[in-house]
């Protein structure tokens, strides 16, 4: 059994930057890909960004390439997800994932186990 626990998050104004952190229990973290995905309210949840588990892959939605940045010490069973000139639209519960397997996709259905959620809100 796989535990995430997530960290970070909070209120920040537009242009702040933000560290959300996520932690795993269990062995399976260094041999798994990592994402993070987030849901807006009433919107459905959207991809963020994904590492493959050796931490040398990484793939970003298009709209935040350049913005955010994930990675992962494996040593210390935790990823990240770097946000930086933060917008209002960024607003939203953001979420840690493992996915089922060591190579980054996009689908929440390929991943397994998922962190309790983080709210992060960006005044204009």
């Known amino acids: 059994q796989v535990q995430l626990v997530q960290s970070g998050g909070g209120l920040v104004q537009a242009g702040d930057s933000l560290r959300l952190s996520c932690a795993a229990s269990g062995r399976t973290f260094s041999s798994r890909a990592m994402g993070w995905f987030r849901q807006a309210p009433g919107k459905e949840r959207e991809f963020v960004a994904a590492?493959?588990?050796?931490?040398?892959?990484?793939y970003y939605a298009a709209s935040l390439k350049g913005r955010f940045t994930i990675s992962r010490d494996n040593a210390k069973n935790t990823a990240y997800l770097q946000m930086n000139s933060l917008k209002p639209e960024d607003t939203a519960v953001y979420y840690c994932a493992l996915d089922r397997s060591a190579v980054v996709t996009t689908d929440p259905k390929n991943y397994d186990y998922w962190g309790q959620g983080t709210q992060v809100t960006v005044s204009p």
């Open positions: 590492i493959s588990q050796s931490g040398v892959h990484a």
